[in-house]
Nanobody, 117 residues
Framework: QVQLVESGGGLVQAGGSLRLSCAAS????????MGWYRQAPGKQRELVAR???????NYADSIKGRFTISRDNSKNTVYLQMNSLKPEDTAVYYC???????????WGQGTQVTVSS
């Protein structure tokens, strides 16, 4: 079992920045990848960014050049640095982890990010 606790969401003006954190505990040695999804009202959940255990990263086209995913292995924490935020970035952001040989997906509780125009 992997437990994920997110923090760092909030309200920011367009053009501003926020940093989300996701701390993992439990079966952390079985984690293959971690990342962030987001879900805006009335829309499907979409992948924002992910980072593998090997350090490879992937980003959604809509946030490339503005968001950066990183990790601190000593703290078992993944970060999402979000710069140049736009109103369309408003969503609930969910941290996730893929762990174990059968690639079980674990989810955080979600954190609200609201970008005002």
């Amino acid at each position: 079992q992997v437990q994920l606790v997110e923090s760092g969401g909030g309200l920011v003006q367009a053009g501003g920045s926020l940093r989300l954190s996701c701390a993992a505990s439990g079966g952390i040695f079985s984690i293959n990848a971690m990342g962030w999804y987001r879900q805006a009202p009335g829309k499907q959940r979409e992948l924002v960014a992910r980072i593998t255990s090997g350090g490879n990263t992937n980003y959604a086209d809509s946030i490339k050049g503005r968001f950066t995913i990183s990790r601190d292995n000593s703290k078992n924490t993944v970060y999402l640095q979000m710069n140049s935020l736009k109103p369309e970035d408003t969503a609930v952001y969910y941290c996730y982890a893929v762990a174990g040989t059968v690639a079980t997906i674990y989810w955080g509780q979600g954190t609200q990010v609201t970008v005002s125009s």
